[in-house]
Every structure is written in C-alpha cells, then in structure tokens.
C-alpha cells in the first residue's frame, strides 16, 4: 500500500489544463503515491495527453469510460474501490496543488483527521496519522 492515491477526474477537452493538474501533484515531491485520472467521456487528445503523462511517470494510471450521467461519479466510485494508498486526495483536472502544499496539510493530518483534505481508506485514524508524522519523502511503502 502506498502513501496516497490522487485522484483526477476529467472529461471532454481537457488536454491542454491536465498535465499542468499532474505536473502539481508530481512537484510535491512524494514518491510513493499513485495518480489515478478517470475520464469521463473524453476525446482522443486526452487520451494521447494521458498516454504521454504514462509513458514519462509509471505511478499515473489511466480509466477510461464513456460520458456518464451528470459528472462521472459513478465511474470515480469505481476507480476508488481500486485505490492503494492508504488516503485518497482529489485534484480537479483544471487546478493546480501549489508547491508545498502537503507541507501545509500534513499538520492537519495529525491533529484533525476528519477535516483534512483527503479522505482515509484505513480504518484507523492513528494509523492514517502516522503515514504522515514522518518525512514526506520516499517511503519502503510502493504503491505497486
């Protein structure tokens, strides 16, 4: 199990605001996380954008599923249920985490588990605390 999963949801005409969401996520400087996009409905220069992102950082996986109703969450529930990290972040496709930003969280993370950022996938608050009461860098922990 890995540190954290990201989750990025996309859809559309996306394929010029997505590497800019993933290039956010991957200047935190955490390793072992997985970056999960799920497409909803998305055109063929998404696709070939996602296909670039994977070839250049193996932690990205692509799910890629037909326009569903209203935002897609049907298929993000799905991509969940197949999350390994240990907490779930969400980044929109169009919004950029600024540098440092875990830095700012992790204090969160420690004190008030449920209002941090991101949701656990343990069932153990202390457990979900002590991912992140240690260096945000590499951990032992892949997420393959």
């Not at 670039?52 to 950082?57: K, N």
Request: glycine share 8%; proline share 6%.
């Amino acid at each position: 199990m890995c540190r954290a999963s990201v989750l990025i949801p996309t859809h559309g005409h996306r394929a010029a605001t997505l590497p800019l969401a993933v290039a956010s996520v991957q200047a935190q400087g955490i390793e072992d996380i997985e970056i999960l996009i799920v497409g909803d409905g998305v055109d063929d220069a998404v696709r070939s954008t996602v296909e670039g992102l994977q070839a250049a950082d193996a932690r990205i996986r692509f799910f890629d599923f037909p326009k569903g109703p209203r935002n897609g969450e049907i298929h993000r529930d799905g991509v969940l249920r197949q999350a390994r990290g240990r907490i779930v972040c969400y980044q929109a496709d169009d919004d950029l985490w600024l540098p440092g930003i875990w830095q700012t969280w992790r204090p969160r993370w420690r004190m008030r588990i449920s209002s941090a950022p991101c949701m656990s996938t343990s069932s153990s608050k202390a457990a979900f605390a002590a991912i992140f009461s240690t260096s945000s860098g590499p951990s032992s922990e892949t997420c393959g």
